[in-house]
């Protein structure tokens, strides 16, 4: 089974503080991806990455950056976190072609900033 | 651009009975569709998806979804539901072509909150 694997699953950070939010898969997936899940929103995308090293922005990309130095990991940065940044962050992959019609999903972080 | 417009944001319902979740889009490209289930504290778990063929698709746990291009919709059912059915689902869209970049940027709707009663 693809595991997609968000290490944090609860955080509270203070406003002002940088964060960092840890994805991993272990399928060898070239694309990745950060959503951010609102009530009444839905889950909108904030960056993705169709390999390493490359990134693009999504529909809604500021106060976030990313990085991806390795194939399996795709790292979403808060550089300084604010209370409009406290959400449930959802990471995302999925293969490129074949049977890369699937994406999936972890389980989420749910980032509070006090 | 894609949207996405789920019509209902809470569907409530007793056991057993039948239910359909409504979910209409907009694209200026062909698109692939998608329904995710979100159980509480959990992530997203895909329930079916559309890509081509028939437009009647089903998928886990006894939902189904019919694929109606000229009315731009993708409504999901499930002739019977569980108490374990009580989640959010999500229905969404990419980009068709599942060899391009552009796929899985997906576009999501709003979410219905499928609350099945005893």
Redesign the interface.
């Known amino acids: 089974d693809v595991k997609?694997t968000q290490s944090s699953r609860y955080l509270v950070k203070r406003t002002g503080e940088k964060v960092f939010l840890e994805c991993v898969q272990d399928m060898d997936h070239e694309?990745m991806?950060w959503?951010r899940q609102d009530p009444?929103?839905?889950?909108?995308?904030i960056y993705?990455s169709?390999d390493v090293k490359m990134k693009?922005k999504?529909d809604i990309p500021e106060g976030y950056s990313v990085s991806r130095e390795k194939k399996e990991r795709f790292s979403l940065i808060l550089e300084s976190a604010s209370t409009n940044q406290t959400s449930m962050y959802?990471c995302?992959s999925?293969a490129?072609?074949g049977g890369?019609?699937?994406?999936y999903?972890?389980?989420?972080s749910w980032l509070t900033v006090v | 651009a894609q949207s996405?417009t789920?019509l209902d944001?809470q569907v409530p319902v007793f056991e057993e009975a039948p239910v359909e979740l409504r979910c209409n889009y907009s694209s200026s490209v062909s698109v692939?569709l998608?329904w995710?289930v979100q159980y509480p504290?959990?992530?997203?778990?895909?329930l079916l998806?559309y890509?081509s063929g028939s437009t009647l698709v089903k998928g886990i746990n006894g939902f189904e979804a019919e694929f109606n291009k000229s009315q731009t919709s993708f409504h999901l059912r499930k002739p019977s539901v569980h108490i374990s059915d009580t989640a959010e689902y999500?229905c969404?869209v990419?980009p068709g072509g599942?060899?391009g970049?552009s796929?899985?940027?997906?576009?999501?709707?709003?979410?219905t909150i499928l609350t099945v009663h005893p």
Do not use: D, H, M, W
Request: hydrophobic share 40%.
């Open positions: 997609v694309n991806f959503y009444g929103l839905g889950l909108r995308l993705f169709y693009e999504g959802l995302a999925r490129i072609g890369g019609n699937t994406i999903f972890g389980e989420g | 996405v789920q944001s692939y998608f995710y504290n959990q992530g997203l778990q895909l998806k890509l999500f969404a990419t599942a060899g970049t796929y899985g940027k997906l576009t999501f709707g709003q979410g």
